[in-house]
């Protein structure tokens, strides 16, 4: 049984009212793991990491089916710019897994005051499409080396100049995708 669209409204909200708080610890997890590989301008992580965070708020509200191809797009340039980062493979699935853990902290009294039903069926479809989120990241990852090995014989490439230029592209693309998404009247 799918979740009320009042209590997906209640999850909404509390996500969008937890969003600076999310992104930014998120942003500083992320940052402090990789450390020591090369990586690309933390402002750029940061704006990534946000807009899969406002995504996944659209995808708990009432514009949840037309946010879909988005999420999945979004989480796809997240698991390329894993990879152009210098990431592993294992890398990017921590990284999405992480969200899961933020949300049972930042959801958790929201979750717990619903009816049973509604709590257990809020928790499956968020861990539904946090998985969602790690396959389609996995998939942006492979498909962003195998580019690599093809395109520079194997030789990896850095992350400032025309490749960041790039990553901005992509995450402009998809901010602009998630407004036209956000001005469909509901």
């Known amino acids: 049984m799918r979740p009320s669209h009042p209590t997906l409204i209640a999850v909404s909200r509390a996500l969008a009212t937890n969003r600076d708080q ?14 020591a590989t090369p990586t690309i301008r933390p402002a750029t992580l940061e704006r990534q990491i946000a807009l899969l965070v406002d995504v996944l708020i659209e995808l708990a509200g009432p514009r949840r089916r037309q946010a879909m191809e988005l999420w999945l797009s979004t989480c796809e340039s997240y698991g390329r710019t894993a990879a152009e980062r210098g990431l592993a493979a294992g890398e990017v699935v ?16 929201v979750i ?20 969602m989120g790690i396959t389609h990241a996995v998939v942006g990852y492979t498909d962003a080396l195998v580019e690599t090995l093809f395109n520079q014989h194997g030789v990896p490439v850095g992350t400032s100049g ?6 901005h592209a992509r995450v402009a693309h998809l901010e602009t995708e998630l407004e036209k998404l956000r001005s469909i009247s509901l």
Do not use: C, K
């Not at 997890?29 to 990789?34: D, E, N």
């Not at 990284?95 to 009294?109: D, F, P, T, V």
């Not at 717990?112 to 998985?131: C, E, K, Y």
């Open 22 to 35: 999310l992104v930014a610890e998120w942003t500083r997890w992320t940052l402090r793991r990789v450390g």
């Open 94 to 109: 921590e990284e999405i897994q992480h969200l899961r853990e933020l949300l049972i902290h930042y959801l958790s009294e």
């Open 112 to 131: 717990a005051a619903l009816p049973a039903r509604a709590s257990m069926a809020t928790v499956l479809r968020l861990n539904r499409l946090v998985d």
């Open 162 to 167: 025309p490749l960041e230029d790039e990553i």
